[in-house]
């Protein structure tokens, strides 16, 4: 977790709106706020009002109860009785992808996805080989985690199906490239690599707009890790080069994060990301030497995170240091064995 200088970014919002309240940041785009049950509390959605009255959804929320009846405030108040023209989901994650399946049902629309987002969705809420938590399991085991946190992620069971109890049955394909006209306006989707397989941000060059997903968030890094699928993947440097890709839009860019305020200084931001990882792959570098043994990822989580962190917050410190320690390898400031099953790194 990075927070920059306020000096580097211009928040030109301070105040988050309210659950059930929506708070118009350009023409016809609308911000509003979901609540999250975990650590990191809210995620930001946008409506976007489209020529004829009725809205696209940017994102979904976290696929529960409370968040249905939040929705049904907007439906009443911000969207007025009006339906819904489509849903956008920027990647899979059950906070973004959660309601898709049961607004699109409702508004009899199509949801807007890439292929590799829709169908990790469908691979993990169905446990399928490589997605299964069992296989999760087996891999942070694998690079060390111990053996009461590798049984309490057991124990958890399926929880992308508890915020996800639906993905979509059919999609509508984005691909790198596309323009998709929301609100009388073409917006370009911007892939993404990293955070998730084939994340999806919005970029509308007329209105200075970047709807970035988790991409680009103000105060946080994005989750960058390795999953059982690709165990021996680069995550880290595909993030890394992806930022290139945000780094050529407008420097006076509204981003609009899922996460945290609405923010410009784009190319300060993607600056400040890069540092950030180049410094947390020089700690991870400098903890090898000292140690002048080969060292587990589980071993490793405490040189990226200094904090206290809970079931969740773990399952997915292990993957990002496994990305690091993955990255350093592949860069070959690192070596890697996999002695008596457990695999480590050494410098």
Do not use: K
Not at 178 to 205: C, K, N, Q, Y
């Amino acid at each position: 977790m990075n927070a920059p200088s306020p000096s580097l970014l211009q928040y030109p919002f301070d105040t988050p709106p309210a659950p059930g309240r929506a708070l118009e940041i350009a023409p016809g785009l609308l911000w509003i706020r979901m609540p999250l049950p975990f650590a990191l509390d809210h995620i930001n959605l946008w409506l976007v009002r489209e020529p004829d009255g009725r809205h696209t959804a940017v994102d979904s929320g976290y696929g529960n109860d409370t968040t249905r009846a939040i929705w049904a405030e907007h439906f009443a108040t911000t969207m007025g009785g009006a339906p819904l023209a489509r849903v956008v989901a920027t990647h899979y994650h059950p906070d973004h992808l959660g309601n898709a399946a049961w607004l699109a049902r409702r508004f009899e629309v199509p949801v807007h996805m890439t292929l590799a987002e829709f169908l990790t969705a469908h691979a993990i809420r169905d446990q399928r080989a490589t997605h299964a938590l069992a296989d999760s399991c087996e891999l942070f085991a694998r690079h060390g985690l111990d053996r009461d946190h590798v049984a309490a992620l057991a124990e958890r069971g399926n929880a992308y199906a508890r915020g996800v109890p639906e993905v979509p049955r059919e999609l509508a394909r984005m691909i790198a490239g596309d323009m998709l006209a929301l609100g009388g306006s073409d917006w370009t989707v911007i892939p993404g690599f990293g955070h998730s397989p084939e994340h999806a941000s919005l970029a509308s060059r007329a209105a200075r707009v970047l709807i970035s997903g988790d991409m680009l968030l103000p105060r946080i890094s994005t989750n960058v890790a390795v999953w059982p699928a690709e165990p021996e993947g680069d995550p880290l440097g595909r993030f890394l080069l992806s930022l290139a890709t945000f780094e050529r839009l407008p420097e006076d860019t509204l981003v609009l994060p899922s996460h945290g305020l609405p923010f410009r200084g784009i190319a300060a931001r993607v600056a400040e990301l890069r540092a950030h990882h180049q410094a947390r792959l020089s700690e991870l570098e400098e903890a090898l030497a000292e140690a002048r043994r080969p060292m587990s990822a589980g071993e490793l989580v405490p040189v990226l995170f200094r904090r206290p962190l809970d079931l969740q917050q773990r399952f997915f410190a292990i993957g990002e240091a496994i990305a690091h320690l993955n990255h350093l390898w592949r860069a070959g400031r690192a070596a890697r064995s996999a002695a008596v099953g457990t695999i480590r790194f050494s410098a």
